[in-house]
């Protein structure tokens, strides 16, 4: 399992925080490091699990990387409800991420598009996590991959 903000925080805690621009320069470096985490284990023939905020753009990423099955889960939510949980989660993460100064930000990517699903070649589950319970989701994207 990659995860984004594992990899952004312990960029964090090894080369500081600071302003926003700073915070999308760890993110930036955070997703070339998840693409050459994958590329490595992809090589190797292991199965992995990528989890981020990856946006519209980002598809020839995916397309650059060895042979594999692919399967995206896209999670929405009505954009009240994002930012509800994301103004919620202030001061409960690294406080490197600057939530609290990027709600703006989250706004008109969403309203820009960017966080819709990406053109990928596989299979797509779309939940909407505002419509059940992390267990009920679990159990949604397990009986979707089985039909895959």
Not at 19 to 33: C, F, H, I, K, M
Not at 66 to 89: F, M, S
Request: glycine share 8%; charged share 25%; proline share 3%.
């Amino acid at each position: 399992m990659l995860e984004k903000d594992t990899i952004k925080e312990t960029l964090f805690d090894t080369l500081g925080t600071g302003d926003v621009a700073w915070s999308q320069r760890l993110g930036a470096a955070t997703y070339a490091l998840l693409f050459v985490a994958a590329d490595r284990l992809l090589a190797a023939g292991a199965s992995l699990v990528v989890e981020a905020n990856f946006f519209r753009g980002m598809e020839p990423r995916f397309a650059d990387l060895p042979p594999h099955r692919l399967v995206q889960v896209h999670c929405d939510a009505p954009l009240e409800t994002i930012v509800a949980r994301y103004e919620g989660r202030t001061g409960s993460r690294h406080q490197g991420h600057l939530d609290d100064q990027r709600v703006d930000a989250l706004r008109d990517r969403h309203a820009s598009g960017l966080n819709g699903t990406l053109d990928l070649t596989g299979g797509l589950i779309e939940l909407d996590t505002s419509a059940a319970s992390p267990e009920e989701l679990a159990d949604d994207v397990l009986h979707a991959l089985r039909t895959l």
